[in-house]
């Protein structure tokens, strides 16, 4: 029944069934007639592309980016090798070479995410996992993301388990909770464009192209500490970052940015 209320409010009335490729395609549709001048694969800049302003001066600072030192540091963290020999390239096809669109996939139970790989790697190598939310993280994620770079997102669902996982975090996008009743999808779906200070709100398609981030110029911030800041500013209580609910909303965010190139890393303020 949930499944299909999203759906009519998105589409209307005339989709019973929706899945995760309707679900994608409503959304588009509804941008379209929202944003007009934004053309698909500008959805990566979110706000930026609503602003050449703002957008022209992150051009300028892509340039010259203030987190080339960090993303050298993240470098050197996934070139140095494990104490058996074994280095991350190992565990990833093509050496970790365009593979992150791919990422978070469903296997064995559960969603893995790009940073979850990470941590497996690590543990089948016999190293120290890292923190999910943590700057070392954050770091190699960032670099290793890069290797990337230019890859269209290409999130599969698949399965009744994938789609289940999907559904949940489908519904946790669009559930109202927290002192201010608010829900991600209030303000990226049904808000996506509005002006919010000086700032446009971002739509939901283009934002899983780019993560991780570096804000205000060197502080690292992956996909999900931004849910979690997210929620925060909110006034919801956020879930732990790389829980099982946060791996299912990064499934279904980084599903809806299927088709788009990934741009890793890049500056946000």
Not at 105 to 125: H, K, M, P, Q, W
Not at 134 to 141: Q, R, S
Not at 164 to 183: F, T, V
Request: charged share 25%.
């Amino acid at each position: 029944m949930k499944k299909l209320l999203l759906a009519c409010f998105l589409l209307g009335p005339a989709i019973a069934h929706a899945g995760p490729a309707e679900d994608r395609q409503a959304l588009l549709d509804r941008y379209a007639k929202a944003l007009p001048g934004i053309r698909f694969e500008d959805y990566v800049y979110g706000s930026l592309a609503m602003n050449p302003k703002a957008k022209s001066q992150y051009d300028d600072i892509m340039a010259f980016p203030p987190f080339s030192l960090d993303v050298d540091e993240g470098r050197q963290m996934w070139e140095k090798p494990f104490s058996n020999g074994r280095h991350f390239s190992s565990c990833f096809p093509g050496g970790g070479r365009n593979v992150a669109g791919n990422y978070p996939y469903y296997d064995e139970g559960r969603v893995v995410t790009f940073e979850s790989a990470i941590n497996a790697c690590l543990e089948a190598n016999g190293e120290r996992k890292l923190e999910y939310g943590g700057k070392e993280m954050g770091l190699i994620t960032a670099y290793a993301k890069s290797l990337s770079d230019g890859m269209k997102v290409d999130v599969k669902v698949e399965g009744a388990r994938a789609l289940a996982a999907y559904e949940k975090g489908k519904q946790y996008y669009y559930a109202r909770r927290g002192k201010k009743n608010l829900s991600c999808g209030a303000c990226h779906v049904e808000q996506a464009g509005e002006l919010v200070q000086t700032d446009r709100i971002s739509m939901l398609v283009g934002q899983a192209t780019h993560y991780p981030v570096f804000v205000d110029g060197t502080r690292v911030m992956t996909l999900q500490q931004r849910f979690r800041q997210c929620e925060e500013n909110a006034g919801m209580q956020p879930a732990k970052a790389g829980s099982e609910i946060y791996d299912d909303l990064e499934y279904f965010v980084t599903y809806m940015s299927n088709g788009l190139p990934m741009e890793v890393p890049v500056f946000r303020k």
